[in-house]
């Protein structure tokens, strides 16, 4: 089982570049959900998705976009990278309410310069 | 925002101590989820909590919800040097209809062998 995949696993952008951190599940779950993860500030919740075609904001959504098109797949974009988006990325899904947990993917370290 | 506060924010321990950490919150969870993040991984679900007073374990490592459902604790015995990473705790809050899953900022353990 793959699980949750997450691409690429390193990233080196300049600042005012735009990319898309990849994230796919074949677990058929329909929550899926963004974080990053800066030192002492634990994981803080960028966009999250309830199903295909439905996105919310989460707490620091400045800077990033979402959609999902698919149930499979849920990609955050960068539009223009900035040095404080330099950040280890996290995606996860969940099949449903949180009360089941998420299963998170391996990561993307990501620094702007 | 609603916030989960845990603490410490890191322990020093000898290896076959127990160790006790635990996360609370201004607002009542119905769910209460321990991970743990091994280094240069992502997150892995440990225990879910899913009603006030429950206690339960899994191998050395116990977890209780608080039972005025704002607080829970996780207790580890006999630490092993695998023991090491961080611990977060979260819970699900459910926002116009979608629910996102909300993480404290961590404990980190180090255990000297």
């Known amino acids: 089982n793959a699980g949750v995949t997450q691409t690429p696993k390193f990233q080196v952008l300049k600042t005012g570049q735009s990319m898309t951190l990849q994230c796919a599940q074949d677990?058929?779950?329909?929550?899926m959900s963004w974080y990053r993860q800066d030192p002492g500030m634990g994981l803080r919740l960028i966009h999250y998705?309830?199903?295909?075609?439905?996105?919310d904001q989460g707490e620091v959504p400045n800077g990033y976009n979402v959609s999902r098109s698919t149930t499979e797949d849920f990609p955050l974009r960068l539009l223009s990278a900035a040095p404080s988006q330099t950040s280890v990325y996290f995606c996860?899904?969940?099949?449903?309410?949180?009360?089941?947990?998420?299963?998170f993917g391996s990561g993307t370290r990501l620094t702007v310069v | 925002g609603q916030q989960l506060n845990q603490s410490p924010q890191s322990m020093f321990i000898q290896e076959g101590e127990d160790v006790s950490m635990n996360c609370t919150s201004s607002?009542?969870?119905?769910?209460w989820l321990w991970y743990k993040q091994d280094p240069g991984e992502g997150p892995v679900l440990l225990i879910a909590?899913?009603?006030?007073?429950e206690l339960t374990s899994n191998g050395r490592l116990t977890a209780q919800f608080g039972i005025t459902r704002k607080d829970s604790f996780l207790n580890i015995s006999a630490s092993i040097p695998s023991d090491v990473g961080i611990y977060f705790c979260?819970?699900?809050?459910?926002?116009?209809?979608?629910?996102?899953?909300?993480f404290g900022k961590g404990t980190k353990l180090t255990v000297n062998p």
């Open positions: 996860a899904s969940s099949s449903g309410r949180g009360y089941r947990g998420y299963t």
């Open positions: 677990m058929n779950h329909e929550y």
């Open positions: 998705s309830v199903g295909a075609g439905i996105t």
């Open positions: 607002s009542i969870f119905n769910t």
């Open positions: 909590l899913y009603k006030a007073g």
């Open positions: 979260a819970g699900p809050i459910t926002q116009g209809g979608s629910e996102k899953l909300v």
